[in-house]
Protein backbone atom coordinates (compact mmCIF):
# COMPACT_ATOMS: atom_id res chain seq x y z
CA UNK A 1 0.00 0.00 0.00
CA UNK A 2 3.07 2.39 1.04
CA UNK A 3 4.99 1.23 -2.16
CA UNK A 4 1.52 2.05 -4.38
CA UNK A 5 1.21 6.02 -2.64
CA UNK A 6 5.15 6.52 -3.33
CA UNK A 7 4.79 5.21 -7.06
CA UNK A 8 1.64 7.66 -7.14
CA UNK A 9 4.09 10.66 -5.73
CA UNK A 10 6.00 9.64 -8.42
CA UNK A 11 3.61 9.69 -11.22
CA UNK A 12 2.58 13.50 -10.36
CA UNK A 13 6.46 14.65 -9.89
CA UNK A 14 7.40 13.46 -13.46
CA UNK A 15 5.25 15.77 -16.09
CA UNK A 16 6.31 18.38 -13.01
CA UNK A 17 9.67 17.99 -14.11
CA UNK A 18 9.23 17.83 -17.68
CA UNK A 19 7.55 21.31 -17.24
CA UNK A 20 10.19 22.65 -15.26
CA UNK A 21 12.90 21.56 -17.90
CA UNK A 22 10.86 22.67 -20.87
CA UNK A 23 10.77 26.03 -19.50
CA UNK A 24 14.36 26.21 -18.41
CA UNK A 25 14.76 25.09 -22.48
CA UNK A 26 13.13 27.68 -24.19
CA UNK A 27 14.12 30.39 -22.02
CA UNK A 28 18.10 29.32 -23.43
CA UNK A 29 15.93 28.60 -26.73
CA UNK A 30 14.55 32.24 -26.83
CA UNK A 31 17.84 33.97 -26.13
CA UNK A 32 19.34 34.79 -29.31
CA UNK A 33 15.95 35.97 -31.08
CA UNK A 34 15.04 38.85 -28.41
CA UNK A 35 17.39 41.56 -26.77
CA UNK A 36 14.65 42.08 -24.35
CA UNK A 37 14.56 38.59 -23.38
CA UNK A 38 18.26 38.70 -22.38
CA UNK A 39 17.43 41.44 -20.00
CA UNK A 40 14.72 39.91 -18.53
CA UNK A 41 17.51 36.53 -17.57
CA UNK A 42 19.83 38.86 -16.14
CA UNK A 43 17.18 40.39 -13.57
CA UNK A 44 16.81 36.75 -12.53
CA UNK A 45 14.70 34.08 -12.93
CA UNK A 46 10.66 35.50 -13.02
CA UNK A 47 7.60 34.08 -12.36
CA UNK A 48 6.48 31.56 -14.93
CA UNK A 49 3.52 33.55 -15.96
CA UNK A 50 5.90 36.37 -17.82
CA UNK A 51 7.81 33.83 -19.25
CA UNK A 52 5.15 32.00 -20.83
CA UNK A 53 3.49 35.03 -21.97
CA UNK A 54 4.77 37.68 -24.77
CA UNK A 55 4.65 40.60 -22.48
CA UNK A 56 6.88 41.88 -19.58
CA UNK A 57 3.80 43.36 -17.45
CA UNK A 58 0.28 42.83 -16.45
CA UNK A 59 -1.52 45.82 -18.47
CA UNK A 60 -3.15 44.54 -22.11
CA UNK A 61 -0.58 46.24 -23.81
CA UNK A 62 3.18 46.50 -22.17
CA UNK A 63 5.97 48.45 -23.82
CA UNK A 64 8.55 46.21 -23.43
CA UNK A 65 7.49 42.72 -25.49
CA UNK A 66 8.83 39.87 -26.19
CA UNK A 67 8.58 39.94 -29.79
CA UNK A 68 9.16 43.64 -30.91
CA UNK A 69 8.95 45.19 -33.62
CA UNK A 70 12.37 45.68 -35.47
CA UNK A 71 12.37 49.00 -35.88
CA UNK A 72 11.69 49.63 -32.11
CA UNK A 73 13.76 46.82 -31.21
CA UNK A 74 16.78 48.66 -32.73
CA UNK A 75 15.94 51.94 -31.35
CA UNK A 76 14.84 51.29 -27.83
CA UNK A 77 17.16 50.28 -24.99
CA UNK A 78 16.05 49.10 -22.37
CA UNK A 79 18.84 49.11 -20.01
CA UNK A 80 19.52 52.30 -19.90
CA UNK A 81 18.77 54.51 -17.21
CA UNK A 82 17.13 57.72 -17.18
CA UNK A 83 17.78 59.48 -14.33
CA UNK A 84 20.97 61.13 -12.97
CA UNK A 85 22.28 58.98 -10.12
CA UNK A 86 25.55 58.80 -8.06
CA UNK A 87 26.93 56.07 -10.02
CA UNK A 88 25.97 57.37 -13.19
CA UNK A 89 27.54 61.06 -12.95
CA UNK A 90 30.48 60.52 -15.11
CA UNK A 91 29.65 61.16 -18.29
CA UNK A 92 31.34 58.91 -21.18
CA UNK A 93 33.10 61.41 -23.56
CA UNK A 94 30.57 61.28 -26.41
CA UNK A 95 27.94 62.58 -24.26
CA UNK A 96 30.57 65.38 -22.68
CA UNK A 97 31.30 66.61 -26.28
CA UNK A 98 27.46 66.36 -26.97
CA UNK A 99 26.07 67.80 -23.97
CA UNK A 100 29.18 70.82 -23.99
CA UNK A 101 28.02 72.10 -27.23
CA UNK A 102 24.48 72.79 -26.15
CA UNK A 103 26.58 74.84 -23.19
CA UNK A 104 26.26 78.81 -24.09
CA UNK A 105 28.04 79.55 -21.14
CA UNK A 106 32.27 80.01 -22.34
CA UNK A 107 33.28 79.32 -18.60
CA UNK A 108 31.48 76.40 -17.20
CA UNK A 109 31.63 75.49 -13.70
CA UNK A 110 33.74 72.09 -12.94
CA UNK A 111 30.35 69.53 -13.40
CA UNK A 112 31.79 66.71 -10.70
CA UNK A 113 31.70 69.48 -8.36
CA UNK A 114 28.24 70.57 -9.08
CA UNK A 115 27.01 67.26 -9.21
CA UNK A 116 28.34 66.33 -5.96
CA UNK A 117 27.00 69.18 -4.34
CA UNK A 118 23.20 68.39 -6.23
CA UNK A 119 23.48 65.37 -4.46
CA UNK A 120 23.62 66.72 -1.05
CA UNK A 121 20.47 68.44 -1.83
CA UNK A 122 18.15 65.66 -4.18
CA UNK A 123 17.77 62.07 -3.65
CA UNK A 124 20.10 59.57 -5.81
CA UNK A 125 17.52 57.11 -6.53
CA UNK A 126 16.41 55.89 -10.23
CA UNK A 127 13.34 53.82 -11.65
CA UNK A 128 12.47 51.63 -14.53
CA UNK A 129 9.04 50.60 -15.44
CA UNK A 130 6.22 48.82 -13.16
CA UNK A 131 7.72 45.21 -14.03
CA UNK A 132 6.99 42.04 -14.73
CA UNK A 133 4.05 41.96 -11.73
CA UNK A 134 3.02 45.21 -12.06
CA UNK A 135 0.91 47.28 -14.82
CA UNK A 136 2.11 51.00 -14.61
CA UNK A 137 0.42 53.56 -17.10
CA UNK A 138 1.15 56.66 -18.04
CA UNK A 139 -0.50 60.01 -19.56
CA UNK A 140 1.71 61.88 -20.94
CA UNK A 141 0.59 65.25 -20.96
CA UNK A 142 1.14 67.92 -23.59
CA UNK A 143 -0.06 71.33 -23.93
CA UNK A 144 -1.57 71.83 -27.01
CA UNK A 145 -4.60 73.49 -28.04
CA UNK A 146 -6.21 70.43 -29.26
CA UNK A 147 -7.73 69.60 -25.58
CA UNK A 148 -9.86 72.29 -25.26
CA UNK A 149 -12.93 70.83 -24.94
CA UNK A 150 -11.74 67.33 -25.03
CA UNK A 151 -13.30 66.36 -21.87
CA UNK A 152 -10.28 63.92 -21.42
CA UNK A 153 -9.44 65.22 -17.33
CA UNK A 154 -10.97 62.03 -15.50
CA UNK A 155 -9.69 59.59 -17.85
CA UNK A 156 -5.91 61.25 -17.71
CA UNK A 157 -6.28 61.61 -13.49
CA UNK A 158 -6.86 57.88 -14.22
CA UNK A 159 -3.30 57.13 -14.89
CA UNK A 160 -0.25 56.31 -12.25
CA UNK A 161 2.00 58.52 -13.72
CA UNK A 162 0.59 61.79 -15.28
CA UNK A 163 3.47 63.49 -16.87
CA UNK A 164 3.30 67.34 -17.98
CA UNK A 165 5.46 69.84 -19.15
CA UNK A 166 6.69 73.35 -18.47
CA UNK A 167 4.17 75.71 -17.85
CA UNK A 168 1.16 73.72 -17.69
CA UNK A 169 -1.17 74.43 -15.51
CA UNK A 170 -4.04 72.23 -14.68
CA UNK A 171 -6.00 75.25 -12.22
CA UNK A 172 -9.22 76.04 -14.31
CA UNK A 173 -9.03 73.37 -16.85
CA UNK A 174 -9.16 70.08 -15.10
CA UNK A 175 -12.11 68.74 -16.93
CA UNK A 176 -9.97 68.62 -20.12
CA UNK A 177 -6.80 68.41 -18.58
CA UNK A 178 -7.28 66.40 -15.18
CA UNK A 179 -5.76 67.73 -11.87
CA UNK A 180 -2.95 65.26 -11.23
CA UNK A 181 0.28 65.61 -11.74
CA UNK A 182 3.13 63.06 -10.67
CA UNK A 183 5.68 64.53 -12.86
CA UNK A 184 6.50 67.61 -14.34
CA UNK A 185 8.95 68.01 -16.77
CA UNK A 186 10.36 71.45 -17.48
CA UNK A 187 14.21 72.96 -17.22
CA UNK A 188 14.84 76.26 -15.33
CA UNK A 189 13.77 78.66 -18.06
CA UNK A 190 10.52 76.91 -17.92
CA UNK A 191 10.50 76.58 -14.12
CA UNK A 192 7.15 76.68 -12.35
CA UNK A 193 5.96 76.04 -8.95
CA UNK A 194 4.62 72.23 -8.23
CA UNK A 195 2.71 70.93 -5.55
CA UNK A 196 4.62 68.94 -2.59
CA UNK A 197 3.47 65.29 -3.98
CA UNK A 198 4.78 66.02 -7.58
CA UNK A 199 8.26 64.85 -9.16
CA UNK A 200 10.02 67.65 -10.24
CA UNK A 201 11.94 66.05 -13.44
CA UNK A 202 14.84 68.99 -14.60
CA UNK A 203 16.31 68.19 -18.20
CA UNK A 204 19.61 70.02 -17.62
CA UNK A 205 20.64 71.73 -20.91
CA UNK A 206 23.68 73.10 -19.26
CA UNK A 207 25.75 72.74 -16.28
CA UNK A 208 24.37 76.00 -14.67
CA UNK A 209 20.89 74.32 -14.63
CA UNK A 210 22.32 71.90 -12.10
CA UNK A 211 23.71 74.91 -10.23
CA UNK A 212 20.93 76.24 -10.37
CA UNK A 213 18.22 73.12 -8.86
CA UNK A 214 19.69 72.89 -5.57
CA UNK A 215 18.80 76.22 -4.33
CA UNK A 216 16.01 77.04 -6.16
CA UNK A 217 14.01 74.06 -4.53
CA UNK A 218 15.38 74.51 -1.05
CA UNK A 219 15.61 78.23 0.29
CA UNK A 220 16.36 80.25 -3.21
CA UNK A 221 19.72 80.60 -5.67
CA UNK A 222 22.03 83.60 -6.41
CA UNK A 223 22.09 82.26 -9.95
CA UNK A 224 19.40 84.36 -11.29
CA UNK A 225 20.28 84.67 -14.80
CA UNK A 226 21.36 82.30 -17.99
CA UNK A 227 20.21 83.26 -21.21
CA UNK A 228 16.81 84.54 -19.80
CA UNK A 229 16.13 85.60 -16.28
CA UNK A 230 15.83 82.80 -14.09
CA UNK A 231 13.51 82.51 -10.89
CA UNK A 232 15.31 82.30 -7.81
CA UNK A 233 13.85 79.85 -6.26
CA UNK A 234 10.13 77.85 -6.76
CA UNK A 235 7.75 75.36 -4.52
CA UNK A 236 9.17 71.71 -5.37
CA UNK A 237 9.38 68.84 -3.04
CA UNK A 238 13.19 68.37 -3.19
CA UNK A 239 13.14 64.65 -2.23
CA UNK A 240 10.96 64.23 -5.19
CA UNK A 241 12.96 66.08 -7.52
CA UNK A 242 14.78 64.04 -10.26
CA UNK A 243 17.56 64.88 -13.11
CA UNK A 244 17.34 63.62 -16.52
CA UNK A 245 20.60 62.27 -17.10
CA UNK A 246 22.50 64.15 -20.34
CA UNK A 247 23.29 60.52 -21.69
CA UNK A 248 19.35 60.05 -21.99
CA UNK A 249 19.09 63.26 -23.89
CA UNK A 250 21.63 62.70 -25.72
CA UNK A 251 20.17 58.92 -26.60
CA UNK A 252 16.83 60.45 -27.49
CA UNK A 253 18.27 62.76 -30.28
CA UNK A 254 20.69 59.96 -31.68
CA UNK A 255 18.60 57.01 -31.12
CA UNK A 256 15.51 58.52 -32.31
CA UNK A 257 15.99 61.54 -33.97
CA UNK A 258 18.97 60.77 -36.02
CA UNK A 259 20.29 63.89 -34.58
CA UNK A 260 17.80 66.11 -36.20
CA UNK A 261 17.78 69.99 -34.90
CA UNK A 262 19.72 70.89 -32.16
CA UNK A 263 17.84 68.92 -29.63
CA UNK A 264 14.63 67.44 -28.76
CA UNK A 265 11.66 69.67 -27.64
CA UNK A 266 10.45 69.14 -23.82
CA UNK A 267 7.32 67.03 -25.04
CA UNK A 268 9.15 64.12 -27.14
CA UNK A 269 11.62 63.57 -24.65
CA UNK A 270 8.92 63.47 -21.76
CA UNK A 271 7.24 60.85 -24.65
CA UNK A 272 10.46 58.85 -24.64
CA UNK A 273 11.71 58.83 -21.04
CA UNK A 274 7.45 57.48 -20.30
CA UNK A 275 8.27 54.53 -22.91
CA UNK A 276 11.34 53.85 -20.14
CA UNK A 277 9.23 54.00 -16.76
CA UNK A 278 5.85 52.77 -17.81
CA UNK A 279 4.29 49.79 -19.24
CA UNK A 280 1.05 51.30 -20.86
CA UNK A 281 1.60 55.23 -22.07
CA UNK A 282 -0.99 57.24 -23.43
CA UNK A 283 -0.32 60.36 -24.79
CA UNK A 284 -2.40 63.59 -24.78
CA UNK A 285 -2.10 67.51 -25.96
CA UNK A 286 0.21 67.25 -28.84
CA UNK A 287 -0.18 68.21 -32.66
CA UNK A 288 -2.15 70.95 -33.82
CA UNK A 289 -5.79 71.74 -33.05
CA UNK A 290 -8.78 71.04 -35.27
CA UNK A 291 -7.80 73.80 -37.18
CA UNK A 292 -4.65 73.10 -37.91
CA UNK A 293 -2.95 75.96 -35.14
CA UNK A 294 -0.09 75.25 -33.01
CA UNK A 295 -1.05 76.98 -29.71
CA UNK A 296 -1.07 76.15 -25.58
CA UNK A 297 -4.18 74.98 -24.33
CA UNK A 298 -3.77 77.51 -22.00
CA UNK A 299 -3.00 81.05 -23.94
CA UNK A 300 -5.57 82.72 -25.99
CA UNK A 301 -5.10 82.03 -29.55
CA UNK A 302 -3.19 85.26 -31.07
CA UNK A 303 -0.78 84.20 -33.97
CA UNK A 304 -1.45 81.23 -35.71
CA UNK A 305 1.64 79.95 -36.41
CA UNK A 306 3.34 79.34 -33.52
CA UNK A 307 6.77 78.50 -34.10
CA UNK A 308 8.26 75.16 -32.61
CA UNK A 309 11.79 76.81 -31.68
CA UNK A 310 15.29 74.69 -32.49
CA UNK A 311 13.62 71.35 -32.69
CA UNK A 312 12.81 69.18 -35.19
CA UNK A 313 8.81 69.40 -35.03
CA UNK A 314 8.26 67.22 -38.28
CA UNK A 315 10.31 64.40 -37.72
CA UNK A 316 9.55 64.49 -33.81
CA UNK A 317 6.02 63.80 -34.79
CA UNK A 318 6.38 61.21 -37.48
CA UNK A 319 8.53 59.00 -34.56
CA UNK A 320 5.47 59.53 -32.45
CA UNK A 321 3.13 58.56 -35.10
CA UNK A 322 5.29 56.08 -36.04
CA UNK A 323 5.42 54.57 -32.25
CA UNK A 324 1.14 54.55 -32.52
CA UNK A 325 1.60 52.82 -35.24
CA UNK A 326 3.22 49.87 -33.66
CA UNK A 327 1.34 50.42 -30.72
CA UNK A 328 4.14 51.36 -28.42
CA UNK A 329 1.40 54.25 -27.14
CA UNK A 330 -1.63 55.61 -27.96
CA UNK A 331 -2.26 59.01 -29.25
CA UNK A 332 -5.57 61.00 -28.06
CA UNK A 333 -6.02 63.10 -30.82
CA UNK A 334 -8.09 65.53 -28.88
CA UNK A 335 -10.85 67.95 -29.98
C1 LIG B 1 36.78 68.97 -11.29
O1 LIG B 1 36.87 68.72 -9.90
C2 LIG B 1 37.39 67.45 -9.55
C3 LIG B 1 37.24 67.26 -8.05
O2 LIG B 1 37.40 68.44 -7.36
C4 LIG B 1 38.82 67.35 -10.04
O3 LIG B 1 39.36 66.09 -9.73
C5 LIG B 1 38.83 67.54 -11.56
O4 LIG B 1 40.14 67.56 -12.04
C6 LIG B 1 38.15 68.85 -11.95
N1 LIG B 1 37.99 68.88 -13.40
C7 LIG B 1 38.33 69.90 -14.16
C8 LIG B 1 38.11 69.77 -15.61
O5 LIG B 1 38.84 70.91 -13.67
C1 LIG C 1 6.07 68.01 1.69
O1 LIG C 1 6.44 66.64 1.86
C2 LIG C 1 7.54 66.42 2.73
C3 LIG C 1 7.84 64.94 2.76
O2 LIG C 1 8.10 64.46 1.50
C4 LIG C 1 7.25 66.96 4.11
O3 LIG C 1 8.38 66.81 4.94
C5 LIG C 1 6.86 68.44 4.01
O4 LIG C 1 6.48 68.91 5.27
C6 LIG C 1 5.73 68.64 3.03
N1 LIG C 1 5.50 70.07 2.84
C7 LIG C 1 4.30 70.60 2.79
C8 LIG C 1 4.23 72.07 2.58
O5 LIG C 1 3.29 69.94 2.87
C1 LIG D 1 26.60 82.74 -5.61
O1 LIG D 1 27.08 82.52 -4.29
C2 LIG D 1 28.28 81.77 -4.21
C3 LIG D 1 28.64 81.58 -2.74
O2 LIG D 1 27.54 81.22 -2.01
C4 LIG D 1 29.39 82.47 -4.95
O3 LIG D 1 30.55 81.67 -4.94
C5 LIG D 1 28.97 82.72 -6.40
O4 LIG D 1 29.93 83.48 -7.07
C6 LIG D 1 27.64 83.45 -6.45
N1 LIG D 1 27.20 83.51 -7.85
C7 LIG D 1 26.67 84.60 -8.40
C8 LIG D 1 26.23 84.48 -9.83
O5 LIG D 1 26.53 85.63 -7.76
C1 LIG E 1 7.10 62.82 -42.12
O1 LIG E 1 6.28 61.88 -42.81
C2 LIG E 1 5.70 62.37 -43.97
C3 LIG E 1 4.73 61.33 -44.50
O2 LIG E 1 5.30 60.06 -44.47
C4 LIG E 1 6.78 62.73 -44.98
O3 LIG E 1 6.23 63.23 -46.16
C5 LIG E 1 7.70 63.78 -44.36
O4 LIG E 1 8.79 64.05 -45.20
C6 LIG E 1 8.22 63.29 -43.00
N1 LIG E 1 8.92 64.40 -42.37
C7 LIG E 1 10.13 64.28 -41.87
C8 LIG E 1 10.74 65.51 -41.30
O5 LIG E 1 10.75 63.23 -41.89
C1 LIG F 1 22.87 56.29 -18.41
C2 LIG F 1 23.83 55.38 -17.75
O1 LIG F 1 25.01 55.65 -17.71
N1 LIG F 1 23.34 54.29 -17.23
C3 LIG F 1 24.14 53.31 -16.50
C4 LIG F 1 24.08 53.56 -15.02
O2 LIG F 1 24.70 52.53 -14.29
C5 LIG F 1 24.15 51.25 -14.50
C6 LIG F 1 24.85 50.29 -13.56
O3 LIG F 1 26.22 50.51 -13.51
C7 LIG F 1 24.31 50.87 -15.96
O4 LIG F 1 23.74 49.62 -16.20
C8 LIG F 1 23.62 51.93 -16.82
O5 LIG F 1 23.80 51.66 -18.19
Not at 38 to 61: E, N
Request: aromatic share 12%; proline share 6%.
Amino acid sequence: MRSLIRIRRYILIIPFCITITFVVCMQYKLKPFSNSFVDLLKSGLQPLKTILSSSHCACQKCVRQLDDDPWFQKRFIGSITPFLTRENKTLPSDTTKWWMNLQRSKNPANYSEVVETLFQVIPDVDYKDGGPEGCRTCAVVGNSGNLKGSHYGALIDSSDFIIRMNRAPTSGYEVDVGSRTTHHVMYPESAQDVDNTTSLVLLPFKILDLQWLPGAVTTGTNITFSYRKLRPKINANKDLVKVVNPVFMKYIHEVWLDYQGRYPSTGFMAVILALHICDEVNVYGFGKDKDGNWHHYFQPLLNKKIRTGPHPGDYEYNVTMKLSEINKLQIYKGW
